[in-house]
């Protein structure tokens, strides 16, 4: 579901199946995994922040490390893992803070 050129419509079963465009941040020790603060991704609509977890874990295995304590923001609001996505959200993957 992840496609490097944009395209409005994938076929699934014989229906269209919309897709959407969105922006992945990534601070802190994420930014360095991902070896770049920002992501454009196209991912099929309704899909979920839990989703786009697995999706981010597949295709960067080393955020594993971060993502069982990683919060999820979506245009600046915290997000649950059930919070779907939309045309031209912003997401920002937030490692979890250690400090004293």
Not at 1 to 8: E, M, P, R
Not at 12 to 23: A, F, N, T, V
Not at 34 to 59: D, F, K, Y
Request: hydrophobic share 50%; aromatic share 8%; proline share 4%.
């Amino acid at each position: 579901f992840i496609a490097s050129t944009i395209t409005n419509y994938a076929k699934d079963g014989g229906k269209e199946l919309r897709m959407i465009k969105i922006s992945v941040l990534f601070f802190a020790g994420a930014r360095e995994i991902v070896g770049q603060n920002r992501l454009e991704m196209e991912l099929p609509a309704l899909t979920s922040i839990a989703e786009l977890r697995g999706i981010l874990m597949i295709r960067f295995p080393r955020l594993e490390s971060l993502a069982s304590r990683a919060a999820f923001a979506v245009n600046e609001i915290f997000a649950l893992p059930d919070t779907l996505l939309a045309q031209n959200d912003e997401v920002a993957f937030l490692p979890a803070v250690s400090g004293g």
